[in-house]
C-alpha cells in the first residue's frame, strides 16, 4: 500500500473531490433493497461500493477500522429491520457491535463516517436516500484525516503462530459492559429456549 | 498491494493442510463482463473495464458478452476455462441473488467447484443507479470487479450438502388458494397439514355472493371444494389454529400448532347448532362483516367445515344452557389450549388478506353517516345467507335503496393511504352494481372511478354487461361526500372529468371500493418463516417474474393475496402452482442446502465460550472435554454472528472469510491510486 499514500487526491472543497464510501450488506435485506434501487433506476451518487455478506452481524469492527485505514470516507453498515433479520436477530448483535465501534471511534474523530441503516428489500427509494444523505454529509466532513495511518487488529491467524486472546475484547475494542449484560441475557435466554422456538428471547 | 494480497493467501495454504496443493496452484482467473444487452453496456464502458482488469495480477482472460447468461455467453466462460486452464471466474454482471445459480452451474460442469465462481454487480449496483454519469460508473465497475478480482483469488471450494426432505407439507391458510395447494398435494399422494385461523376454511370467497366475471353463485363453487378438502386421507385440517414457531430448514420444518379450544368436543358435535338456540347472548357477526348477529355458541356459517359449533369465550356469560341443550353433551367449558409439534418438508403460506378500513380515517364519511357501507358488507347483503336474505338495505331505515352510489379506489391509489392498485375493487364493484340491477331493475347505479380496469378474460365483456343493464360510470373521484340530516341520502359533489363539469349527486346508499391490504398472518409468517415484505407490505416472492410463487427462504412458497392482490383464477393458479413446486423437493426427497457455515479452527479456539450464545439457531457445542467450541453444521444457518465475535479467529465463515472480505475492503479504494 505504500505507494497508495502519496497518490490520494488531497481534499479540498470545491476541487470535484466525491467521497468513497463502502457499504457492508446483509444478503437478505438490504443487497435486495439496493438491488431494487437499481431496477427502480433511483440515482444516487457512484460515491459508494457495496460489499454482501450474509447478515450484517458478520461484520467486524476491524472490517471497520480496515476500510477508514484503506481510504473509506464512511462505511455504512446496512442490515434488516429489527425483527425481520434473516437470522432472527443477527441485526441486534451488529448493533451492538457497531454502537461499540462507534464509541471507539469518538476518540479518533471518525465516528461521524461509520452508519447503521436497516433497509429492507422494499426499500430502493431508502437505500438511494440513504446513500445521498451520507454522501452529503461526509462531504461536509471531508476526507477521511487518518486514511493509511491506522492499523487494525486483525485477529491473530494460525499461521500467524500467535495465539492472541483478549477476552474482554473483541478483536482489539474494549468490550463495554452493556454488550457483556446483553450476552448473558441472551445466554440465559437461550437456555431457556425450547427447541422450537425460533421467535427468541424477547 | 497485490504481493500482500497473495501472501495472505499463502497464509491460509498453510493453515489448511488438506488444501495446501491446491493453494499453492497458480490462481488463474477469467473475467467475464456482462453488458446485459444495453442495460449494462449502455453506461459502462465494459471494454476499458476488461483492459484493465486484464492488467491484473492472475488474471488470464477478460471477455465482454453482450449477454453472459445466455448460451453463447455461457459456452464462452466454458471454453475460456478450457483453453486457459482457469481455475477461479469472475462474472461481472446483474445481481448475484438471481444469476448466481446460472454461473455456478456453469463453472461446475467444468470440474470446478460451484465455490469458485464471484459475481459481481455492475448493474443493478452501477449501471442502472448511475445512468447520467458513465465515466464515474465506468470506473466504480473497475473497483468493483477489482474488489471481485482478488476475492476470488482467495475463495476456497465448499460441497453443498445434500439434506433428506420430509415427505409432507404444511399450508398455512384455507382460502381458496391454500386449499387448492392442499388439494394437489394430497391428490399426489403427500401427506398435508391445512392450518386455518378460523373455525372454518374456506377464507374470503366463502362469503361473496356471486363472483365475477362470470357470476356464479361462489358459496356452490367453493363449497364442494371445501367438502373434497374435509374428505381427502391425505389432508389433515387444523381449524381455529394457528402456527406458533418454526425452526429448522427446508426438508426439515419443525413447527409448533397452537389450538385455540372451542369448548366442545369436535368428535361429538354434530354441528346441529341447537345450542345456538338456546344461548341468550346476541354479538354483531363477524362473519357478515358485524352486521346482523349470532349468539355466543354458533356454528360459523351453514356450509362450514368442519361443520362444528364453538364458544365464544369472550361474550359467554357460563350460563350453561347450551350444556343442558346439546345432544350429544359435547360441551366442554374447561377445554385448554393444546398444541401440536408437526415436522414438515415444505411449507406453502396462503395466508390472503384483509380489506382497507376506511373508519379510522373517515374516508368519503364512513364511519360517520349510516349510509355508506364497504363492498365487503354489500357483499354480505347481496348474499341469501346473509342477514338481510339477500336483500340490500340501507341501514338507517332498513329500506330498499333506489339510487346506489359507488365509490372505487377506496385505500387504493392514493399517495395518503396505499399507492398501488388492488386489482379486484374494479371488477368486484361492476359485479355488485350488475347483480343489483338484475335483481331490482328499478334501481339506479352510478359508479365512481379513476380508470376502470379489465384485463383479463370476460372482464370487458362484463364491464360492457353492466353498461348495457344502464350502469353508469362517472370519471372522477368524489369531491365532497355529506348526509342530508333528514332523509339521511348521501350526497356527492364529484368532477366528472370527461365532462369536465362538477356533477351533484345524492344517493339512498353510497358503497366503497375499499382495497386489499396485508393481514395480522402476514406480519405472523413473515416474522416466523423469515419472509421479506413488497412495498405494499404483502410478502415478497423469489422474482417477480420467473419465481412468483418461490420465496427467498428454500422450502418456503407463497400463493395468493398473501403475495399481492389477485383474482380468485390467479390465487388457484397459484394454489397449484406452489404444489407442483413443492412436489419437486417432496418427490426428490433430498434438498441442496448452501455449503457456507461457520468453521471452528480447534488450534486457536481457547474456549472461551463467547461464540456459544451468540448463535441465534443454537448450533455451537461446546466440547467440555476438549474445551473447545464445535458448530453443528446442519443447525448452522451460515450469518456469521459467531465469527465476528470471536476473539481469537478460531470461527470463520466458509465463502465469507476474514481474508476474503479483508482483501475485498483492500481492493476498495485504489483507483484513487492510479487516478492520480
Ligand atoms: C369485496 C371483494 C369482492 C371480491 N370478489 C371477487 C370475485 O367476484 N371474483 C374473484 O375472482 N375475486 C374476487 N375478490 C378477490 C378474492 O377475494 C381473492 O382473490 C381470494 O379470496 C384470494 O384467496 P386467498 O386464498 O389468497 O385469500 P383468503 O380468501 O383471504 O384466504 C386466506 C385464509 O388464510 C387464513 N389466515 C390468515 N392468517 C392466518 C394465519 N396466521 N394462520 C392461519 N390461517 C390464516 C384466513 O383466515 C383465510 O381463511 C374479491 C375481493 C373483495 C375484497
Ligand atoms: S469464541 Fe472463538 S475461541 Fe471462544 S470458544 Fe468460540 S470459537 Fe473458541
Ligand atoms: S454462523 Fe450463525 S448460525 Fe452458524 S454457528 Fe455461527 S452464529 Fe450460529
Ligand atoms: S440478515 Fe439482514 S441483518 Fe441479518
Known amino acids: ?202 | 498491494m497485490f504481493k500482500e494480497v497473495s501472501e495472505m493467501s499463502d497464509n491460509k495454504g498453510t493453515e489448511n493442510k488438506g488444501t495446501v496443493e491446491k493453494d499453492i496452484e497458480e490462481k488463474r482467473v477469467g473475467v467475464f463482463v456482462c453488458e446485459c444487452g444495453v442495460n449494462i453496456g449502455g453506461v459502462v464502458n465494459t471494454k476499458a473495464v476488461a483492459d484493465y482488469i486484464g492488467t491484473l495480477h492472475g488474471v488470464k482472460v477478460t471477455s465482454v458478452n453482450k449477454f453472459t447468461c445466455s448460451d453463447s455467453g455461457q459456452a464462452d466462460i466454458q471454453q475460456k476455462i478450457k483453453e486457459h486452464n482457469l481455475n477461479r471466474v469472475v462474472v461481472a454482471a446483474c445481481s448475484p441473488k438471481t444469476h448466481e445459480p446460472t454461473f455456478r452451474a456453469c463453472i461446475e460442469q467444468m470440474g470446478l467447484n460451484q465455490y469458485f465462481l464471484e459475481f459481481v454487480n455492475i448493474r443493478d449496483h452501477c449501471s442502472w443507479i448511475h445512468m447520467w454519469e458513465k465515466e464515474k460508473a465506468t470506473e466504480k465497475a473497475k473497483d468493483l470487479v477489482r474488489m471481485g478480482v482478488e476475492r476470488s483469488k482467495l475463495l476456497e471450494p465448499l460441497q453443498a450438502s445434500e439434506v433428506p426432505v420430509t415427505d409432507k407439507a404444511l399450508v398455512i391458510g384455507a382460502g381458496v388458494a391454500g386449499m387448492q395447494s392442499a388439494l394437489d398435494l394430497a391428490d399426489m399422494g403427500f401427506q398435508v397439514y391445512l392450518v386455518e385461523k378460523e373455525p372454518s376454511i374456506g377464507g374470503r370467497m366463502a362469503r361473496f355472493d356471486k363472483v365475477f366475471p362470470t357470476n356464479d353463485c361462489s358459496i356452490c363453487i367453493l363449497g364442494p371444494k371445501m367438502v373434497e378438502v374435509a374428505r381427502n386421507k391425505n389432508i389433515k385440517i387444523m381449524s381455529y389454529s394457528e402456527v406458533k414457531a418454526v425452526d429448522g430448514y427446508v426438508g426439515n420444518f419443525n413447527v409448533k400448532i397452537e389450538h385455540k379450544p372451542r369448548y366442545l368436543d369436535v368428535t361429538k358435535c354434530t354441528g346441529c347448532a341447537k345450542c345456538s338456540e338456546v344461548c341468550p347472548v346476541e354479538v354483531p357477526y363477524d362473519f357478515n362483516e358485524g352486521l346482523g348477529t349470532r349468539k355466543a355458541i354458533f356454528v360459523p356459517f351453514p356450509q362450514a367445515v368442519p361443520l362444528r359449533a364453538l364458544i365464544d369465550k369472550e361474550n359467554c356469560i357460563n350460563c350453561k344452557a347450551c350444556a343442558k341443550a346439546c345432544a350429544s353433551g359435547a360441551i366442554n367449558y374447561d377445554m385448554q389450549t393444546s398444541y401440536t409439534d408437526l415436522n414438515v418438508g415444505v411449507i406453502i403460506g396462503a395466508v390472503g388478506f384483509k380489506t382497507y378500513d376506511p373508519e379510522p380515517r373517515h374516508d368519503y364519511g364512513y364511519g360517520l353517516y349510516d349510509n355508506i357501507i364497504t363492498a365487503m358488507e354489500f357483499e354480505r347483503l347481496l348474499n341469501a345467507a346473509g342477514p338481510t336474505g339477500g336483500h340490500v338495505v340501507r341501514p338507517s331505515d332498513c329500506k330498499e335503496p333506489i339510487r346506489v352510489g359507488f365509490v372505487n379506489c377506496v385505500g387504493s391509489r392514493d399517495k395518503n393511504t396505499n399507492i398501488y392498485c388492488s386489482g379486484v375493487c374494479c371488477m368486484y364493484t361492476i359485479k355488485n352494481a350488475q347483480l343489483l340491477k338484475e335483481k331490482r331493475p328499478e334501481t339506479d347505479h352510478t359508479v365512481m372511478y379513476i380508470d376502470i380496469r379489465t384485463p383479463f378474460r370476460a372482464y370487458e365483456e362484463s364491464y360492457n354487461r353492466s353498461r348495457n343493464l344502464g350502469v353508469k360510470f362517472l370519471r372522477g373521484r368524489p369531491v365532497e361526500v355529506k348526509e342530508d340530516p333528514v332523509t339521511k341520502n348521501i350526497k356527492v359533489r364529484v368532477e366528472d372529468t370527461l365532462a369536465g363539469e362538477m356533477r351533484n349527486l345524492e344517493f339512498d346508499l353510497l358503497v366503497l371500493a375499499t382495497g386489499i391490504v396485508p393481514n395480522e398472518g402476514i406480519g405472523q409468517i413473515q416474522q416466523l418463516l423469515k419472509l421479506s415484505k413488497a412495498a405494499d407490505g404483502l410478502l415478497m416472492e423469489a422474482h417477480p417474474k420467473l419465481k412468483p410463487v418461490d420465496t427467498t427462504i428454500d422450502g418456503v412458497y407463497l400463493a395468493g393475496c398473501a403475495s399481492g392482490p389477485k383474482d380468485i383464477p390467479y390465487a388457484v393458479s397459484q394454489g397449484s402452482a406452489c404444489a407442483g413446486r413443492a412436489t419437486i423437493l417432496l418427490k426428490n426427497k433430498k434438498a441442496i442446502t448452501e455449503g457456507i457455515t461457520a468453521v471452528v479452527e480447534p488450534d486457536v479456539c481457547v474456549g472461551c465460550q463467547v461464540c456459544v450464545p451468540m448463535c441465534p439457531f443454537q448450533a455451537i457445542k461446546f466440547d467440555e472435554k476438549e474445551n473447545k467450541a464445535n458448530v453443528v453444521k446442519a443447525l448452522c444457518k451460515g450469518c456469521g454472528t459467531c465469527v465476528a465475535a470471536c476473539p481469537t479467529g478460531a470461527l470463520e465463515q466458509s465463502h465469507f472469510k476474514n481474508n476474503q472480505l479483508l482483501a475485498q475492503i483492500k481492493n476498495v479504494f485504489k483507483f484513487q491510486e492510479v487516478a492520480a
Open chain 1, 1 to 202: 500500500m505504500n505507494s497508495g499514500t502519496a497518490a490520494v487526491k488531497p481534499a479540498q472543497a470545491g476541487n470535484g473531490w466525491e467521497p468513497n464510501i463502502l457499504a457492508f450488506c446483509c444478503n437478505w435485506c438490504s443487497y435486495a433493497g439496493a438491488d431494487l434501487a437499481g431496477v427502480s433506476r433511483f440515482q444516487y451518487p457512484p460515491t459508494v461500493k457495496i460489499l454482501r455478506v450474509m447478515c450484517s452481524s458478520r461484520v467486524e469492527p476491524a472490517f471497520i477500522l480496515k476500510a477508514l485505514k484503506e481510504g473509506a470516507d464512511g462505511v455504512l453498515i446496512a442490515g434488516c429491520h429489527i425483527g425481520d433479520c434473516h437470522y432472527i436477530d443477527g441485526n441486534k448483535n451488529a448493533e451492538i457491535r457497531i454502537n461499540n465501534t462507534k464509541k471507539a471511534l469518538v476518540k479518533l474523530g471518525l465516528d461521524k463516517r461509520l452508519r447503521l441503516e436497516w433497509i429492507s428489500a422494499s426499500e430502493g427509494l431508502r437505500f438511494s436516500e440513504i446513500i445521498k444523505d451520507f454522501t452529503e454529509e461526509i462531504k461536509k466532513l471531508g476526507e477521511n484525516p487518518v486514511k493509511h495511518k491506522i492499523e487494525p487488529q486483525i485477529p491473530s491467524r494460525a499461521s500467524e503462530g500467535r495465539r492472541h486472546v483478549c477476552p474482554d475484547g473483541i478483536r482489539g475494542f474494549p468490550l463495554p459492559k452493556g454488550n457483556r449484560d446483553a450476552d448473558e441475557r441472551r445466554f440465559n435466554a437461550s437456555a431457556n429456549k425450547s427447541a422450537v422456538n425460533v421467535q427468541g428471547s424477547e
